[in-house]
Nanobody, 117 residues
Framework: QVQLVESGGGLVQAGGSLRLSCAASGSIFSINAMGWYRQAPGKQRELVAAITSGGSTNYADSVKGRFTISRDNAKNTVYLQMNSLKPEDTAVYYC???????????WGQGTQVTVSS
C-alpha cells in the first residue's frame, strides 16, 4: 500500500497562488500516472489535473491555463501550482493514481484550499 501525504494548502485571496505537494511512499510511484483531485462541500470528488509517468498532462476545463501539474519521480512527489485562484477553487485537494484509489489502495488526508473573495 502506498502512503500519500498532501500539503501546501491554505487560505488565500482571490487572484492569489498556492503550490500543493503530494509525497508518496513506495517505488511504484514513478510508473503510474498521477492526478490531483478536489472535493468541495456537498459535491463529488473531481479530477483537476493529471500527469503521466512520461510527463504528459491534461487539465479540467475549469483550471486550464491557471493550474500546472508536475512531478519529480526521484522524490516520489507530484506538485500542483495554482495561480489566479478563484473562490470556486475552494475544496479539499487530494492526489492519487486513479479516481477510485484502488491502484495505491488508499487516499491521503488531503489539503484544504480556501479562496476568499
Amino acid at each position: 500500500q502506498v502512503q500519500l501525504v498532501e500539503s501546501g494548502g491554505g487560505l488565500v485571496q482571490a487572484g492569489g497562488s498556492l503550490r500543493l505537494s503530494c509525497a508518496a511512499s513506495g517505488s511504484i510511484f514513478s510508473i503510474n500516472a498521477m492526478g490531483w483531485y478536489r472535493q468541495a462541500p456537498g459535491k463529488q470528488r473531481e479530477l483537476v489535473a493529471a500527469i503521466t509517468s512520461g510527463g504528459s498532462t491534461n487539465y479540467a476545463d475549469s483550471v486550464k491555463g491557471r493550474f500546472t501539474i508536475s512531478r519529480d519521480n526521484a522524490k516520489n512527489t507530484v506538485y500542483l501550482q495554482m495561480n489566479s485562484l478563484k473562490p470556486e477553487d475552494t475544496a479539499v485537494y487530494y492526489c492519487n493514481a486513479d479516481p477510485s484509489g484502488e491502484i495505491f489502495g488508499s487516499w491521503g488526508q488531503g489539503t484544504q484550499v480556501t479562496v476568499s473573495s
